[in-house]
């Protein structure tokens, strides 16, 4: 089931974003956050009028995708980039598939221009999903982030959901 994101769900989204901060450079932070940090940064996504999207089964949160405002100046304000994250062991199993379309069906709903997925390369199943969904690489930045001792590149993907309003 998708649905919106709940206070109760907290605690599983912190925990699978802290293995990714510990275990992966798909997140350039490194230091683990507590569940108070996840309840703020979801407030500041849910008070701009942007999705939060859980993936539950089984009354477990098994991933979580989100939009946030690309950037604050005013002509940005139609673009926004998108994040997902899944529970290591439910990755692969169409989960996040599901759960970005829903994302990207919320957010052409509330008219907004172009989605844009930065992903930390080499990242095989992000880059997969995104281009699945119609994301089309427009960008790559060579070593601007340093996690486990390597210089690592971000590149940018983004989708154009809506050519007019």
Do not use: C
């Not at 989204?13 to 940064?41: D, G, H, P, V, W």
């Not at 390369?121 to 790559?140: D, I, Q, W």
Request: net charge neutral.
């Amino acid at each position: 089931m998708i649905r919106p994101v709940l206070p109760s769900d907290i605690s599983s989204i912190t925990s699978i974003y802290n293995y990714y901060i510990e275990q992966s450079s798909s997140t350039f932070e490194e230091t683990k956050i507590n569940a108070k940090e996840m309840e703020l940064r979801i407030g500041v996504v849910l008070e701009s009028d942007l999705p939060w999207l859980v993936y539950e089964q089984n009354e477990k949160v098994l991933a979580y995708a989100y939009a946030t405002k690309w950037k604050n100046r005013s002509a940005y304000r139609y673009s926004v980039e998108s994040s997902i994250y899944a529970d290591p062991n439910s990755v692969q199993k169409g989960i996040g598939s599901a759960l970005y379309t829903q994302l990207m069906t919320e957010l052409k709903r509330m008219k907004v221009h172009v989605v844009i997925g930065g992903i930390t390369l080499p990242n095989t199943a992000s880059v997969r999903l995104h281009e699945k969904l119609g994301f089309k690489k427009v960008a790559e930045f060579e070593e601007v982030g340093f996690k486990f001792e390597k210089w690592r590149n971000v590149g940018y993907w983004q989708l154009i959901l809506n050519e007019h309003f």
